[in-house]
């Protein structure tokens, strides 16, 4: 009994021996002369804040932007400026930033495009100037590409589109007018109402112009301009560019779009709504824009 007792005891002292062993020669980081320390937890604070080099980047940007000389500048200290007069934060100086690289980003794409249809059409773009040979600038595309009236081949194959000439915005603008003209002014702005006239394939905006208006016996002066070949129209019924303030003089539109070249290198097509307005504001009181003397 005795002896069985202590084959007992052996054992756990065995047993004990054994535990003492492996906790000390295995992963008892505490008897190995170190206590582990918990884990460091990174927090990552997220900084909305714009760097210096941003905002920098920033302000350079919007200050690129071109200012109409009669305006007052757009900053005040070289500090852009909301609507309100406030101080833009660096946050909205980024925004509008990113808003006109991706305006100027788009613009150049659309000039691209413009430029490649040009040439596909047969518009030769000088890679220099950017422009033809007669100052035009890339047609937008879609539209029409001028015809050289030397180059236009008119046959007798007759067809129809709508011709008016309408100067409306005088009667808007009547103190800027000459007063010796205010009397021969049409009290609806109406000097040829839209009609329906007949030209022949081939012609141009201009050739139909001439005639509606001998035709009619309306009075009509121009003159050729080889720089931009194409005639100029300077006068119809009496009244003139200049006449109505220096921004002021005749315009031509086709089917709502107002050519960029001039009305001898507009080629017509069937059904075209031909529209000569005049403008007292380079184009902007007529839903269109300055042409200059070749978009005439």
């Known amino acids: 009994?005795?002896?069985?007792k202590n084959k007992i005891i052996a054992g756990i002292v065995i047993?004990?021996?054994l535990a003492f062993v492996f906790w000390y020669?295995?992963?008892?980081?505490?008897?190995?002369?170190?206590?582990?320390?918990p884990k460091?937890?990174?927090?990552?604070?997220?900084?909305?804040?714009?760097?210096?080099?941003?905002?920098?980047?920033a302000e350079k940007t919007i200050s690129d932007i071109?200012?109409?000389?009669?305006?007052?500048?757009?900053?005040?200290?070289?500090?852009?400026?909301?609507?309100?007069?406030?101080?833009?934060?660096?946050?909205?100086?980024?925004?509008?930033?990113?808003?006109?690289?991706?305006?100027?980003?788009?613009?150049?794409?659309?000039?691209?495009s413009n430029?490649?249809?040009?040439?596909?059409?047969g518009m030769i773009i000088n890679e220099v100037t950017g422009k033809d040979q007669y100052r035009t600038d890339p047609v937008p595309e879609g539209k029409p590409v001028p015809i050289e009236p030397e180059n236009a081949v008119i046959t007798d194959k007759e067809l129809t589109c709508t011709l008016s000439v309408r100067c409306d915005t005088i009667l808007q603008n009547i103190g800027w007018l000459d007063s010796e003209k205010v009397d021969i002014v049409p009290k609806d702005g109406v000097i040829f109402a839209e009609k329906t006239v007949t030209f022949y394939e081939g012609e141009s905006v201009f050739n139909v112009l001439v005639r509606e208006m001998k035709r009619n016996k309306i009075h009509m002066e121009f003159e050729n301009t080889p720089i931009y070949n194409s005639a100029y129209i300077e006068g119809i019924a009496n009244l003139y560019e200049f006449d109505c303030?220096?921004?002021?003089?005749?315009?031509?539109?086709?089917?709502?779009?107002f050519p960029n070249y001039g009305c001898s290198r507009y080629q017509l097509k069937a059904g075209d709504r031909i529209e000569w307005v005049y403008t007292c504001d380079l184009g902007n009181d007529v839903g269109g824009h300055y042409s200059a003397r070749n978009g005439n």
């Open 1 to 4: 009994m005795r002896k069985h």
């Open 15 to 17: 047993t004990i021996v």
């Open 25 to 37: 020669g295995g992963d008892a980081p505490g008897l190995r002369g170190w206590v582990p320390q």
């Open 40 to 57: 460091e937890t990174a927090t990552v604070v997220q900084n909305d804040e714009p760097t210096k080099e941003e905002i920098k980047e």
């Open 66 to 112: 071109p200012v109409k000389e009669e305006n007052e500048p757009a900053t005040e200290g070289n500090k852009p400026q909301k609507q309100d007069g406030t101080p833009m934060t660096p946050a909205e100086k980024i925004a509008m930033a990113e808003k006109i690289a991706e305006s100027t980003q788009s613009s150049a794409e659309i000039k691209q």
């Open 115 to 121: 430029e490649e249809y040009s040439e596909e059409q």
């Open 245 to 257: 303030g220096e921004l002021s003089g005749w315009m031509y539109k086709v089917n709502d779009w």
